[in-house]
């Protein structure tokens, strides 16, 4: 059963960066990638996916142009770039798995109900 440990969070001024990391308990090669985030008092949100080979990606309108995806399936770990941050970013962010072709559109893309295999996630938290 393949698992995640997300890290990298932390706090940090608008504007700022974090880079997080999405490490597997096994081989993701065969494996879509997407990250997640879920705020205090509110549903999870779809951030962003990546194909099994990293040449496929996709994002919700909310962070395209801001973060990036990528992933080295040699080290079992999917990052997420994030620059210029917002308040509106806060939130818990959790990785998860799919074999769903989930790329090719956003829908799909930020649909949770395609993934499984949920890290317990990373807290991140934009404020001054």
């Known amino acids: 059963q393949l698992s995640f440990v997300e890290s990298g969070g932390g706090l940090v001024q608008p504007g700022g960066s974090l880079r997080l990391s999405c490490e597997a308990s096994g081989f993701i090669d065969d494996w879509n990638i997407g990250w997640f985030r879920q705020a205090p008092g509110k549903g999870r949100e779809g951030v962003s996916c990546?194909?099994?080979?990293?040449?496929?990606?996709n994002y919700a309108d909310s962070v395209k142009g801001r973060f990036t995806i990528s992933r080295d399936n040699a080290k079992s770990t999917v990052y997420l770039q994030m620059n210029n941050l917002k308040p509106e970013d806060t939130a818990i962010y959790s990785c998860a798995a799919t074999q769903v072709i989930v790329t090719t559109d956003q829908t799909s893309c930020v649909q949770p109900l395609f993934y499984a295999n949920w890290g317990q996630g990373t807290q991140v938290t934009v404020s001054s």
């Open positions: 990546i194909d099994n080979s990293g040449e496929s990606k």
